[in-house]
């Protein structure tokens, strides 16, 4: 019996943006959150958590 495919994906958008961040060595402003494909909904539901992430990963990378 054939499984059939679950469209859902579950999505860790604060680690997601964290990892945009990191990925350029800065922070990144709602237009380029926008250009990234998030929603306002998303950036402002979600902007604090990223911040922490990348915050915490980037004093790992100084300790």
Do not use: C, W
């Amino acid at each position: 019996m054939q499984q059939k495919y679950n469209p859902v994906i579950a999505r860790n958008i604060p680690a997601e943006m964290a990892e945009l961040a990191r990925e350029r060595g800065e922070g990144l402003t709602r237009r380029e959150l926008r250009e990234q494909g998030y929603t306002d909904e998303e950036i402002d539901r979600h902007h604090h958590d990223a911040s922490i992430l990348f915050a915490r990963s980037s004093l790992r990378r100084v300790a």
